[in-house]
């Protein structure tokens, strides 16, 4: 077994995925030296943040000492998400007691191209029990903590892997998205969060697709070009997918290296539902259109007109539907119907808002997204991004996002802080969180460039430009390896 030491530790917790990979194929470093210090850095302090929850240890270090890994990340320690992402052998319980020690019985096509990409699987990070939250704290496992202020969320519900990066436990992990669960946590730990376009990331063999195509599943990191990296190795659709957006012809990592072209960029001011945008929310966005214009882009204020809040409770109404047959489907598994007593009383009220919803009240609430998706697309088609805050409001306190709250209505008022989140999955189009600015309590807030369907491309040779201007990869939070 290789010994991790102090250098390897700063070498590992310092190099984003790209950077990692370079070195085992150069024979600098082992794939057994990468798993032996990513487990000792995850030993080290899981116990403070609570981030990885189930473990695949033996798992990793049998696959790294058999050799033979190839593909762009050959070697590099990675880490799922407990929730969604099939993956053969491994447990996956989504955050819920009711299916403790399930086992994935087939690899998702996604899971099998992260296979072929040459990860090495150590486990799966923490989420709010059946993910539908921007905190993560689950019964089952307890609270995730930022590394960067403990007393505050890391944002949900890919939270357990937003710390996990941050903190440099791994390079890269595994995030799902279905109205903000990758964003919202890039912002709270200081990360670049991508959505892709609807139908970038195939749903397949099993499903077509998940809530009318509005769940993404793709990553968080510290850099544009591991996001970039990554959406070549995993992006592609199946035949017979219902969403196929447009694809370029050259690799989305080569397309970072082009010399960036003067961009019309909207930005948003105001909060489309809610209370006012924070004073450092706004100032945040201000001075990332500032930065923008300096860099020779074209900058013009401009406020939503689609009624986001009408919008946002039709989502909720379509969200309910599929959580109570999300769990008609999870009775056939475990052989029982789940139980009041096993659910957050949030998610109790949500099972039982969907299945007492009238099919024409159901019908009017798709209708309803449908149609703000078409208002979203055309008002900013006028745009080649849109820029937003990724939250409207700083991180909250640990124990604001507790679904321990049974009142629906109640709960998902507060949601306003992510007003700017679920309308990108609704409408198809990508968007990805960028930090921005710490603080005063030393935690991060992101912005959000928001692009049209299927033009990842230029989002990332954006955000490629900001992170040149605004290094980022440096900052790391006070909990994190090697400190």
């Not at 530790?9 to 984003?16: I, M, T």
């Not at 990066?165 to 992990?173: E, F, H, N, R, T």
């Not at 007109?305 to 598994?333: P, S």
């Not at 491309?457 to 955000?463: D, E, V």
């Amino acid at each position: 077994m290789p010994t991790v030491t102090k250098d390897l530790v700063e070498l590992y917790a310092g190099s984003d995925a790209t950077a990692l990979a370079g070195l085992v194929r150069d024979g600098q470093v082992t794939p057994a030296e990468l798993v032996e210090t990513a487990i000792a850095v995850i030993e080290d302090l899981d116990p403070k943040l609570n981030a990885v929850v189930i473990r695949s240890f033996d798992e990793a270090r049998a696959e790294a000492a058999r050799g033979g890994l190839s593909g762009p990340f050959a070697g590099v320690p990675f880490l799922l998400k407990n929730i969604g992402s099939q993956w053969k052998g491994s447990r996956l319980d989504h955050g819920l007691a009711y299916l403790k020690d399930h086992v994935c019985g087939y690899d998702s096509t996604l899971s099998a191209r992260i296979r072929a990409a040459g990860f090495l699987l150590l486990g799966r990070t923490n989420t709010p029990e059946g993910g539908w939250c921007i905190g993560t704290e689950p019964r089952l496992y307890g609270n995730t903590l930022n590394p960067w202020n403990p007393g505050f969320t890391p944002g949900g519900s890919s939270g357990g892997a937003a710390v996990a990066v941050a903190s440099g436990m791994v390079p890269l992990a595994e995030g799902s998205d279905g109205g903000g669960s990758i964003r919202v946590p890039a912002s709270c730990c200081g990360l670049v969060g991508l959505k892709p376009s609807r139908g970038r990331i195939t749903y397949g063999p099993e499903d077509a697709d998940l809530w009318m195509g509005s769940v993404y599943t793709f990553a968080l990191t510290r850099t544009v070009r591991d996001t970039a990296a990554y959406l070549d190795a995993v992006a592609g659709a199946e035949p017979g997918d219902p969403y196929t957006p447009p694809t370029p012809q050259q690799s989305w990592l080569s397309l970072l290296a082009e010399a960036p072209k003067p961009l019309r960029i909207g930005f948003a001011q105001d909060a489309p539902f809610g209370p006012a945008l924070a004073p450092p929310v706004a100032e945040a966005v201000a001075d990332t259109a500032r930065l923008l214009e300096a860099m020779g882009h074209r900058i013009e204020p401009y406020r939503l007109r689609c009624d986001l809040e009408r919008a946002w409770w039709d989502y909720n109404d379509v969200v309910a539907v599929e959580t109570a047959a999300e769990f008609d489907r999870l009775a056939a598994i475990v052989g029982r119907p789940v139980e009041e007593h096993e659910l957050a009383p949030f998610n109790w009220s949500m099972l039982r808002h969907g299945r007492g919803m009238a099919a024409t009240r159901y019908a009017a609430a798709l209708a309803g997204i449908r149609k703000a998706s078409q208002l979203l697309g055309r008002e900013l088609h006028a745009f080649d991004v849109f820029l937003t805050p990724t939250l409207t409001q700083p991180p909250r306190p640990v124990g604001y996002w507790s679904m321990e709250d049974g009142d629906r209505e109640r709960y998902l008022a507060r949601w306003s802080d992510a007003a700017f989140m679920f309308a990108f999955n609704i409408s198809g189009l990508p968007a990805m969180s960028l930090p921005s600015t710490r603080l005063a309590n030393g935690v991060p807030i992101g912005v959000q460039l928001v692009g049209r369907l299927g033009d990842e491309a230029t989002l990332l040779n954006l955000a490629g430009q900001i992170e040149q201007a605004r290094p980022w990869a440096e900052m790391r939070p006070p909990i994190r390896a090697g400190a």
